[in-house]
């Protein structure tokens, strides 16, 4: 390519310049016209004998000086276009020379092609994120059917919000290589955040038959169970979520997702502290299994707030426990979050502050 580029610049340059002579002769045969002319309108008498013989000395004068600087022009004209064409051929040349040069010592000719999957791969440090989606692109646009490519591609598209090609690289992975649970959620996730958090039926479907693949996915039962709500089935919603959240271990994300569903939906449990009579049975146990005990119960505490945070009664509660505990850096987190929750010039964040305050937890100035 490099060759033919260089070829196309340097043949117009290496022909022949049209000759500056050809040009004078034309020039010296129409003053000659001009003098038979002059002849033929003095034989007429179209033309006195004085003026006759003035057009003829200023034709004769443009013809001297036709020959004089023709001769001229045209040396010093050859010579310059002659160095002209040598300095660009030099040059043109030069380009290709010198880049196949540097290619040959720092280039990778020999390197073999890798892999959609393998370039993707590689660390982030050594390319961005766009240069690895466009360079993925750019493969995918010349071989539409490398499936692994496209399954490849869709959670990054997901990633950088780009939720109608994540559909479409979802879709495409499924046709090539076949349906999944993951590529089934994930086509009815892109497709739902494509809609603005509208579960359409092709979004359904799509978390339908991720069902079928995993009958467990908590990501299509989630998302199912809040088309239910979006229907107007809110009870049979929350009895999905909930069910979910019986389900799933305690550190699962899904169940935080569901807890907080729920809470939404108006059906959280409330939170409370531990209560007189679990605290008169905790007397009665060993330090130890009692401070297990009563660590658990403010442990619940804290995380249904988390789930249902506009609970001011619960706020006090867990303030208060983790002053009985004598743990003052978490009573102070815990008001600090409640503030948060409420609105620092809130009523309720100033009844907060009074609370803890009255209950021995010194301010911070």
Request: hydrophobic share 45%; proline share 5%; aromatic share 4%.
């Amino acid at each position: 390519m490099t060759l033919g580029a260089s070829l196309a610049v340097l043949l117009p340059l290496a022909a022949r310049p049209k000759s500056a002579t050809a040009d004078s002769a034309h020039d010296l045969e129409v003053y000659r016209d001009q003098l038979s002319e002059l002849d033929r309108d003095l034989a007429r008498g179209l033309i006195q004998p004085t003026e006759a013989e003035q057009a003829r000395a200023e034709i004769g004068r443009r013809i001297l000086r036709l020959g004089d600087g023709g001769k001229d022009e045209g040396n010093a004209g050859g010579a310059s276009s002659s160095t002209l064409r040598l300095v660009s051929i030099i040059a043109v040349l030069a380009v290709p020379l010198i880049s196949w040069g540097v290619y040959a010592r720092l280039g990778s000719p020999d390197l073999p092609s890798q892999p959609l999957a393998e370039r993707l791969a590689k660390n982030p440090a050594d390319s961005t994120v766009d240069e690895l989606v466009a360079r993925a692109e750019a493969h995918l646009a010349a071989n539409p059917s490398d499936g692994r490519g496209w399954d490849v591609l869709a959670p990054i598209y997901m990633r950088m919000q780009r939720f109608a090609d994540a559909a479409r690289a979802y879709d495409n992975a499924i046709k090539l290589l076949g349906p999944n649970a993951a590529r089934q959620e994930g086509l009815g996730e892109a497709m739902v955040n494509a809609s603005g958090g509208k579960i359409e039926a092709q979004a359904r479907a799509a978390f339908d038959a991720a069902l079928k693949q995993d009958p467990a996915s908590p990501k299509a039962r989630f998302f199912l169970a809040m088309a239910s709500a979006q229907d107007g089935r809110v009870d049979e919603a929350v009895a999905a979520w909930t069910r979910m959240r019986e389900d799933l271990p305690e550190d699962s994300p899904w169940r935080a997702a569901a807890e907080q569903a729920i809470a939404q939906a108006g059906q959280a449990p409330v939170a409370r502290a531990p209560s007189e009579e679990e605290m008169e049975a905790a007397a009665s146990m060993s330090s130890e299994d009692r401070a297990g005990m009563i660590a658990g119960m403010v442990e619940r505490l804290d995380e249904r707030l988390r789930q249902n945070p506009k609970d001011e009664e619960g706020w006090k509660q867990l303030i208060r426990s983790h002053l009985v505990l004598g743990d003052e850096t978490k009573a102070r987190d815990a008001l600090s979050r409640a503030i948060s929750v409420f609105g620092a010039n809130s009523e309720q964040a100033r009844t907060l502050i009074a609370f803890a305050s009255s209950n021995g937890l010194k301010m911070m100035e």
